[in-house]
């Protein structure tokens, strides 16, 4: 399953540890951008990305809002990594075929 993040802002350190940290030791693949705003595109087992997103979901955020997680029938990146600017997050999603399916999701831009 896919499930991706938006927040105004991703900038604790702790956060930044932690979503790396457990994507990678519990197998997920996709993409995150620390910043303002912060972003968090992630697949895997359906079960492991509801409960990453639960985790996360849970946290204080001045705003945090979570599209999915949905069924998905490949995945589309082959590990877990930090971009380093909006740029490069939506030349990724362009570039991995997900332009498409993340039509309409939050984006200030």
């Not at 540890?17 to 997920?28: C, Y």
């Not at 949905?70 to 589309?76: G, I, M, V």
Request: aromatic letters at 12%.
């Amino acid at each position: 399953s896919r499930a991706v993040f938006y927040m105004h802002h991703l900038t604790a350190p702790w956060k930044q540890r932690f979503i790396v940290e457990v994507a990678e030791k519990e197998g997920l693949t996709g993409i995150c951008l620390f910043g303002k705003p912060g972003r968090i595109l992630v697949e895997g087992p359906s079960w492991r990305v509801r409960q990453y997103a639960h985790q996360i979901k849970a946290w204080p955020w001045k705003f945090c809002s979570l599209q999915g997680p949905w069924d998905t029938d490949s995945l589309a990146f082959e590990s877990f990594r930090e971009l380093r600017s909006n740029t490069e997050f939506k030349k990724v999603v362009s570039q991995s075929g997900l332009a498409e399916e993340l039509k309409g999701i939050r984006s200030e831009d």
